[in-house]
């Protein structure tokens, strides 16, 4: 089973529409986790940490459930600009392990 | 802004080549990384350094050494190039090993091995 695992979509969205993606991770000693945005033959891009709170950056809401071992990031009102891939990370000791990648797409 | 540069976009090898990657980045980060990313599988890590002259492997080391013997510069080397080792690799920084550790990509390198 792989550490770190996403739905690699794609997801096909509407603009305006609301989208959820989840990516569950097997290592519970995990510390903490992100999620990077990947535009087409470009680098990864830090997008947000995840805490245990929750964290909100606009229309971006990024979940951590530690009991179902799994992340979440919801994104509202998408944005044709938000087509991309959206990778999920948890670091495990001195390494990031990367899923990889839930593919987005949306259209006019 | 945070600048890593790998010295070359597409590169071309012939199997059993010896291939150097190289990496730079300008604001005097602590670590370096080296990933490949296939799809479906991800960005997988090769081998870290957290300081000069020091390495660590990642989670697939096999056919690849590194060399960091200035701060700034991080290289990958494929001893014995192979077609398994047709892939992207990225380069990235980051500043320290703290919570929130935020790591700093380069563009990558698209290696093909013919």
């Known amino acids: 089973r792989k550490e770190v695992e996403q739905d690699p979509g794609p997801f096909n969205v509407p603009e305006g529409a609301t989208v959820a993606f989840n990516c569950t991770y097997s290592?519970?000693?995990?510390?903490?986790f992100f999620w990077y945005r990947q535009d087409c033959r470009k680098e990864p891009k830090l997008l947000m940490s995840?805490?245990?709170s929750g964290n909100e950056d606009g229309r971006f809401t990024a979940q951590l459930n530690r009991a179902s071992q799994y992340i979440s990031l919801l994104i509202r009102d998408s944005k044709l600009s938000d087509s991309a891939t959206y990778l999920c990370?948890?670091?495990?000791?001195?390494?990031?392990?990367f899923g990889a990648g839930t593919i987005l797409r949306v259209k006019s | 802004d945070v600048k890593v540069t790998q010295s070359s976009r597409y590169l071309v090898k012939r199997t059993g080549e010896k291939v150097f990657l190289e990496c730079v980045q300008d604001?005097?980060?602590?670590?370096m990384f080296w990933y490949r990313q296939d799809p479906g599988l991800g960005l997988r890590l090769i081998y870290f350094?957290?300081?000069?002259?020091?390495?660590e492997k990642g989670d697939i080391p096999e056919g690849y050494s590194v060399s960091r013997e200035k701060k700034e510069r991080f290289s990958l080397i494929l001893e014995s190039a192979s077609t398994n080792q047709t892939s992207m690799y990225l380069c990235?920084?980051?500043?320290?090993?703290?919570?929130?550790?935020?790591?700093?990509f380069g563009s990558g390198t698209q290696l093909s091995v013919l």
């Open positions: 604001m005097d980060h602590e670590n």
């Open positions: 350094s957290y300081d000069v002259k020091m390495k």
């Open positions: 990235a920084s980051s500043r320290d090993s703290g919570y929130n550790e935020k790591l700093f």
């Open positions: 290592n519970s000693a995990s510390q903490s």
């Open positions: 995840v805490y245990s």
């Open positions: 990370v948890g670091r495990d000791g001195n390494k990031l392990v």
